[in-house]
């Protein structure tokens, strides 16, 4: 695997869905990215601003309108059949709630075992054995291998289900609000997890969340959307020299990993709505402090500001 190629890339990917009434909803348009492997890349925004859309593309659950999506060198668009099956080895999710995942009737050790011999890589009696193994790599007793889901908390279960994602050696692990369910200090000790598990096993993971401090604590690149776009990308070490208005806002609007106590903006006003699909310039230009006049007829590219940080924004042309 080349380091300094891609491993998951994003070119102009778009996806439009259709409402009841027969009216166009593009969720998201238009986006690039890219995912170095051994890094993780975070793509924070609020609700409805297409983050998830991405990871149900990315995980094959929908099609893009538009676009590719190239694993490896490879476009995994409309992909069926056994070439399917190894694009589900090779990008892994974890959902947001792990309860989603699990069968109520199957043990813990089955759930862990079943990946292993789904994909052929051990044997049924030799995935059994394994199961210890991974439970203590995620941090759990051995013992809980016999237990049922209901007999575990969400913490323990949300490291059960990344055990498993670990386990089958992704080229892409896709963790979709993976913490976000999860109280404040079970949160902490997941991503601290992750973290572990990444540099141990030289993964490669694409984070997505709303929480901004939680993206920052994990991702070695943000990238930030709204209404569908990408709208910023940088270093999440350069977080503090975000030049896009949203992001500048998202950034007061959070609270800090360390300080709880700040004061913040709220977001009620910053938020998407149906209205912004209809804009044809920039859809934040509304709620925007440094809009111009011509940002409600024109929607800038994503371009670069400076060493590869990007920003889709007219004020700043």
Known sequence: MDRNEPILKLNHVSKTFFSDDGREVQAVKDAS??????????IVGESGCGKSTIARMITKIIEPTGGEIILDGENIAGKKGKALKAVYRDIQMVYQDPYSVFSPRASIGTFLSDGLVYHGIMSRT???KEVKNLLRMVELPEELADRLPHQLSGGQLQRVVIARAVSIRPKVLLLDEATSALDVSVQRQVLELLNRLKKEFSLTYVFIGHDLAVVRSIADRIVVMYAGL?????NSCDLENAVHPYTRRLLQSVFSVNDRNRKVIPLEDMSVSGENQQILGCPFAPRCP???PECAVSCPLLKEVKGGHLAACLSLE
């Open 126 to 128: 030799a995935a059994a």
């Open 230 to 234: 990408v709208v910023e990308e940088m």
């Open 33 to 42: 990215l890219s995912v170095f492997p051994g890094e993780c890349v975070g």
């Open 290 to 292: 440094s809009a111009l």
